[in-house]
């Protein structure tokens, strides 16, 4: 079965402080990973995919097939990374449906 | 703006209730997906459309249907309601296995 795992609910850090939220994922086979934010009172915004390798925002995410991770990092966390943070996987079980994890909640505090 | 359109952006209704929550995808975009959020199960895929047709399944009650019309809107019906199908309901398009594009969702209350 196709799982995404986000250990942690909430994640507090302070402004400047790296910050890696954790995501693992469960799939036999070649999934496609993302991360999407959702901030305050807004909709869900994609933010990484795994297959693009791009640094958005300063975030980046790296996927690591033998630990099945996706971790997402930023060096130097702002007080507007504030956000509710969403690992998904796509992997051809569900139609092209993404499935998620539960989220991390992201607080950056000065 | 996504161009994801979601309508009503609140509902309160009582339980037992039958409810139709309406989505809007993005011009050209043939693959509508329904989520649930809730505080502790996050966010559920239930189910997908594409060009008027069911694609997938997820964690869809058998109380909750869904359709996709020929101008491609989607409805997704939710019915006999009880207090824990409260939760955001969201919709997402997209086009050609791209990029998802979510609405505003619709937040329902049963009370």
């Known amino acids: 079965a196709q799982r995404v795992t986000q250990p942690e609910k909430l994640l507090s850090v302070f402004k400047g402080a790296p910050v890696e939220l954790k995501c693992n994922y469960s799939y036999s086979g070649s999934p496609e990973l993302f991360w999407y934010v959702q901030y305050s009172r807004q909709r869900l915004q994609l933010l990484l995919r795994h297959i693009s390798r791009e640094s958005i925002k300063g975030f980046t995410a790296d996927l690591n097939k033998g630990e099945t991770s996706f971790h997402l990092k930023k060096p130097f966390a702002q007080e507007e990374d504030s956000a509710m943070y969403y690992c998904?996987?796509?992997?051809?079980?569900?139609?092209?449906?993404?499935?998620f994890g539960k989220g991390t909640t992201l607080s950056v505090s000065s | 703006d996504s161009g994801v359109t979601q309508t009503p952006k609140h509902l309160i209704t009582a339980t037992g209730q039958r409810v139709t929550l309406r989505c809007s995808p993005r011009s050209g975009d043939l693959s509508v997906y329904w989520y649930q959020q809730s505080l502790d199960q996050g966010l559920q895929f239930l189910i997908q459309y594409y060009n008027g047709e069911e694609r997938a399944k997820g964690n869809i009650l058998e109380r909750f249907s869904a359709q996709q019309f020929p101008d491609l809107h989607s409805e997704l019906n939710l019915s006999s309601l009880e207090l824990g199908d409260s939760a955001l309901y969201f919709c997402a398009s997209n086009r050609d296995d791209g990029e998802a594009f979510f609405g505003q969702g619709t937040r329902l209350t049963v009370v």
């Open positions: 998904a996987l796509k992997g051809w079980q569900a139609g092209t449906a993404l499935i």
